[in-house]
């Protein structure tokens, strides 16, 4: 077995990253065949944490802006509507119960049964017409 080359051992404890800490790049020089950590620059986890916040707080106040301009619109909405009714009552009803009535066509439609054809009608005929004439013999 080769004698060990000497060199500079640390400490286990001496060696251990801190959480969230960034993993060090290696370097490898391949002129010199020596491998190193360049200096890495200082992390400090609180700046990024702070962006975070900030950007969270403005959209936050992004949403909560949306939010009160979609209920000022509801609101000028209604009021419209009741001033409407207000001012033209009759146009309003009138209004209304075309609104139901279309509703309520558009449901009564969906639930019919679909026209028979003549030949749907023929058909059925002869088929009572030779069931009666089979019961006859």
Known sequence: MPPRKPGKSATLE???AK????????????ATGEVGVPV??????SEQFGALRKQLETLQKQVSDAAQTIKGGARAAARQTEAT???????????????????AFAI?????????????????EMRDL????????
């Open 130 to 137: 030779y069931g009666r004439v089979r019961d006859r013999i």
């Open 19 to 30: 959480i969230a800490s960034p993993v060090p790049k290696g370097v490898v020089d391949t």
């Open 85 to 103: 009714a207000k001012l033209y009552p009759v146009s309003t009803m009138i209004a209304v119960a075309a609104a139901v009535g279309a509703i």
């Open 108 to 124: 009564g439609g969906s639930r019919s049964r679909p026209p028979r054809s003549r030949y749907d009608r023929a058909l059925d």
């Open 40 to 45: 890495q620059p200082d992390y400090d986890p």
């Open 14 to 16: 001496a060696t251990t």
